[in-house]
Each structure stands twice: as C-alpha cells, then as structure tokens.
C-alpha cells in the first residue's frame, strides 16, 4: 500500500482501528505467574491430555471432546458457546477494557492406527467415508487442546497484568481443512467480533521445550486438483484403434512436474503431487477415460496461478498430443497459507527470547503442510502461528542416526513427549497474549 497520508491521519479519519499498542510485559514476573499455575495445575492438564489422546474423535464428529473442554472452561467462568459450525466450542474471557485476542486450538484426530506402544495409546474406531478405520491424535491437537485450557488457567490467574477479551476458538475438523470455515459460515465474526490479534500453536519436529516462529508464511495455500481424461477404449491388443487414457495420464503426471522445475522461479515454494490414479480393469483393456487426483501447495499468490495456469496447458497439450478431447480439469481451493504478521511476530518474538533463551528459535522456513487456521485472519488481524517441539532428546538424536528419522506428525509413531510439551505451549501461549494486552 503507498503511503498517502501518515498514520495519526488515517485514525482520525477512521481508516484504521488498530488498538492503543500494550505496555511493555514484565516477562520474568509474569513467567513466574505462569510457572506457578503450571505447578499448581500440571497434573490436571496431563490428566486431560492423556483422557483426549485416548478417546480421539475424527473431523466434524469430536462430540466427546467438545463437550469436555466446553466443561473445562465453563468450570474456569468463561463465558462458553458449543455448537459453531458443527462441533465448534467458543469460550470468551473478559478482562475489561482493551484488546480483543483469539487463542485457537483444534479438536479433531486423524482416521490412522496408532502404534506407539505408550500406555495411553489410542485403540478408538469410527467410520469415515462409509469405512470403519482406527482413530489416533497422531498430528498432537491433543497437545494443543490441554495448552489451550492451560493458557485460559494462567490468563485468568494473571488477570491483574493485563486488560481486555480472550476468544478461545476449538475449532472442528482442521485435518479436512475446511472446520474454520464452518465456523466463520456459522456466523462467528458477527457473533463473537473480529479480534485484534490472533495467535495459534503446533507441535512438531522439534526439541520439546524449544518455541519455533517466523515472519511471513508460516504453512502453504492447498488447492486440489482433480483431472480426467477421456479417450477411447478398446482391445489392448489394438491400440492403433483406441486413444489410450492411460497414457494420456502418465505422460501428465511426469510433464506436470517441469512446471515446477521449469516455470516456477525456483527459489519460490511450490509443490504439485498426484497422489491418485485410477483407469481402466484389466491388463488387455484400454480404458476410455483415466481419473487423477493430485494437491498444489504454494505460499503466494503469483506462483499459484503460475502452477495453475501450468497444470492446465500440460494437461490439454498432453490430451491434444493424443489426438483426444480437451480434458476435464478442476482446481478446487482449499486452506489458504497462514502468515505471520512481521511486526507481531517481532513483538512476539521478544517476549519468547526473554523468557525461553536459547530455546527460542527461529524457524528456517515454512511447512509445506496447509492449515485452516488462515481462516480466522483472512480479514486482516495480525496473528502469529509459532510451532513447540515435541521430542524429547533422545528420539530426537536417536533420529539422527543413518538411514533413522524423526517420527513426525501424521506417523502412527508420532508421541510427542506430554511433559515439558504442555508446559511450554501454555507459557509461550500465555506470554504472547498478555504481551498484546499487557497493562
Ligand atoms: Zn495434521
Ligand atoms: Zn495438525
């Protein structure tokens, strides 16, 4: 945007509503504060933690796991809305005057067999796409979950340091990535207002008790894509009388890949898989139409319609080589990429230094993973989505061995170690809240 006119102008004028910026937070003593309540409540959170991870629930079906932390933060005097978009739960803590700040959690597991061995491993069942599959929190929303109720604990503990509205959001079905949405569809902003600041949180491959961020874009822009090529079946002895989808797809798939290594800039993200291919029932039948499905990540907007416009010419030159008609191609647009606002993340990122040390690292680049969390800042609040560590040290140098790696998200190993996980989501949590509405 060019700058017009100077900032106190453009408040007066009522063009920007940006809050009144919080005083400085005193980090070593509302650590302190936190620490305490993570003394006091610990076993609580580990207890809650340990109950989720054991009865996880699949995207838009967390019934059980709703109503448990709606009852959590009603028991704490939140002010608590179940039923958003679905299986969402709102939880709103006032504290007075000031800045309004959404806390984000997700409730939703993933439909996979966990196989960690731990005492309180999942063995929940669930059907999901008419199937019967194996349910287990193996991407830690789990985690999230007890830090998001133990940031609410250490806010309202702390409440003497700062001054205005929590809006804790547990959203339904982040897997999916569309759980924002049916919130936001769902009448959220309106019902429970635009907030000012928002902030998010994710377990990952990291060194339990470290903090991970970075400016800029923290996830990727998933949009889906969907290709069918019709050409014409026959014998598989005679192909010379047939258009062979088959080959039509093949070709698509490994040509699709020089848009990325040759159009896209390649210092930029971008990504295009075909993860699905189906034709045809028989080795001695050429099919008359093959389906391929596929995801496109990316991190900006040119380089999408780049690849967008990339995947297109290559899948109608590919059907025109074969002499068949133009194929049906559909990009469905899924979770935009979530990004972190630069001087947010800079305040927050002083708060997490003076608190963590060395523990607070800078993250090198962003996940390629996508995430519905964008959702909530669509319209422009300044947020920060940071990552914590999962692994305790030895799995974590124990992954680092020839040919060994870290069981990550989404791995039916995936055990992020509970205890100091917890501890650092609701302090880095709680930290980076009161540093926007400190008093
Ligand atoms: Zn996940
Ligand atoms: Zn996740």
Redo the contacts with the bound molecule.
């Keep these: 945007m060019k700058k017009l006119f100077c900032a106190a102008s453009a408040v007066v004028l009522g063009l920007v509503s940006a809050p009144a910026l919080a005083a400085p937070l005193d980090v070593p003593a509302a650590k302190a504060e936190v620490a305490a309540v993570l003394d006091r409540d610990y076993g609580q959170l580990d207890a809650l933690y340990k109950d989720l991870h054991a009865h996880p629930e699949l995207g838009f079906q967390e019934k059980r796991t709703a109503a448990k932390l709606a009852a959590e933060m009603r028991s704490l005097g939140l002010e608590v809305t179940e039923g958003v978009g679905g299986t969402g739960v709102v939880a709103v803590l006032k504290n007075g005057a000031g800045p309004s700040v959404l806390v984000r959690t997700?409730l939703d597991a993933l439909p996979m067999e966990e196989k960690t061995g731990l005492p309180y491993a999942s063995r929940a069942m669930a059907t999901w796409n008419g199937k019967d599959t194996f349910v287990a929190h193996s991407?830690?929303?789990d985690v999230h979950m007890a830090a998001w109720i133990g940031t609410a604990r250490a806010l309202i503990a702390s409440k003497a340091r700062w001054s205005g509205t929590v809006i804790f959001v547990a959203q339904p079905s982040?897997?999916t990535v569309n759980g924002a949405k049916a919130m936001l569809d769902d009448g959220f902003i309106k019902r429970f207002g635009k907030a000012d600041y928002g902030f998010a949180l994710?377990v990952g491959p990291g060194l339990a008790g470290q903090v991970y961020y970075k400016p800029g874009a923290v996830s990727s822009t998933s949009d889906g894509l969907d290709v069918v090529f019709t050409g014409r079946g026959g014998h598989g002895s005679m192909p010379a009388s047939t258009i062979d989808p088959v080959m039509m797809g093949s070709r698509f798939v490994v040509d699709v890949q020089s848009v990325i290594s040759r159009e896209k800039d390649p210092a930029a993200f971008g990504v295009v898989t075909v993860g699905s291919f189906q034709a045809g029932s028989a080795g001695n039948i050429i099919p008359d139409s093959a389906h391929l499905r596929g995801t496109i990540r990316t991190q900006d907007g040119a380089v999408r319609d780049k690849i967008i416009s990339g995947v297109n010419r290559t899948a109608n030159a590919v059907a025109d080589m074969a002499g068949a008609p133009a194929p049906t191609v559909t990009i469905a647009p899924g979770g935009k990429a979530v990004i972190n606002d630069a001087e947010l993340t800079e305040r927050t990122a002083k708060v997490f230094q003076a608190a963590f040390g060395d523990n607070a690292v800078v993250q090198p680049q962003a996940g390629s993973a996508s995430?519905d969390y964008s959702e909530f800042i669509i319209a422009g609040t300044p947020s920060v989505y940071f990552g914590i560590g999962g692994f305790d040290a030895k799995t974590f140098a124990d992954a680092q061995k020839p040919g060994a790696a870290l069981p990550v998200?989404h791995s039916p190993f995936f055990a992020p170690v509970p205890e100091p996980s917890i501890r650092t989501g609701v302090m880095a949590m709680s930290l980076a809240v009161m540093n926007v509405a400190s008093k």
């Design positions: 997700e991407c830690g929303h982040e897997e994710h995430e998200n």
